[in-house]
């Protein structure tokens, strides 16, 4: 199993580009997160996915958006970037019946 | 009010001795699972123990264990033998299961353990 991927590893955009990152597990989990991580901080939850086609608002949603048309993947959406976006984000996953979060290695963004 | 408070920004300790890094937490859901997760340099996120609320002995995993202090609202880290690859950004987290929906988690701040040789 590769475990929860996410691409890509590293991006630059632009104020007001938009872009989409991916994140996508192969454990067959049902829940999946996308949290954010600014700098010397911890993280916080951007939004959540409990299934396929079922998603809800984390702390901090404000300027993404999300989808999970399938369990496995659940991209992350970037509207007119801005720098307060600039982050280290990490996908994670759960299964249903489960304590451990499984990470993936993050996309580490730089908005300028 | 924070969830999670980690009030260590940062710690030393020296190689072979042990270390506790503290963490306490808030909450009013009777059931509530707790963890830490280590960050190292290189940027990924490790799980290294978990205690669930109603877990009667403390969490521990090889030189990892989970002094968890229930009355007191804390669930403190201790590393037993510390190695110059502990050093790293260490992250206390809460699952609410009642308050917070799909077993998401909340984090704190982290402490950085800086291990000496």
């Known amino acids: 199993n590769a475990g929860v991927t996410q691409t890509p590893k590293f991006r630059i955009l632009k104020i007001g580009q938009s872009m989409t990152l991916q994140c996508t597990q192969d454990?067959?989990?049902?829940?999946m997160y996308w949290y954010r991580q600014d700098p010397g901080m911890g993280l916080k939850l951007i939004y959540y996915?409990?299934?396929?086609?079922?998603?809800d608002k984390g702390e901090v949603p404000n300027g993404y958006n999300v989808s999970r048309s399938t369990t496995e993947d659940f991209p992350l959406r970037l509207e007119l970037a801005a720098p307060s976006q600039t982050s280290v984000y990490f996908c994670?996953?759960?299964?249903?019946?489960?304590?451990?979060?499984?990470f993936g290695p993050g996309t580490r963004l730089t908005v300028l | 009010a924070q969830k999670i408070t980690q009030t260590q920004p940062g710690m030393f300790v020296q190689e072979k001795e042990a270390v506790t890094l503290d963490c306490t937490y808030d909450?009013?859901?009777?059931?509530?699972?707790l963890f830490w997760y280590k960050q190292p340099s290189s940027g990924e996120m490790i799980f290294l123990i978990y205690q669930g609320s109603y877990d009667q002995q403390n969490a521990t995993e090889g030189r990892y264990s989970l002094n968890f202090q229930k009355a007191r609202k804390s669930a403190n880290l201790v590393i037993s033998a510390s190695q110059l690859g502990d050093s790293a950004m260490y992250f206390c987290?809460?699952?609410?299961?009642?308050?917070?929906?799909?077993?998401?988690?909340?984090f704190g701040g982290g402490t950085r353990l800086m291990v000496k040789p």
């Open positions: 996915s409990v299934g396929a086609g079922i998603t």
């Open positions: 994670a996953s759960t299964p249903l019946a489960g304590n451990e979060q499984f």
């Open positions: 454990m067959n989990h049902n829940y």
């Open positions: 987290a809460m699952r609410e299961v009642q308050g917070g929906a799909g077993n998401m988690l909340t």
């Open positions: 909450t009013s859901d009777p059931s509530y699972g």
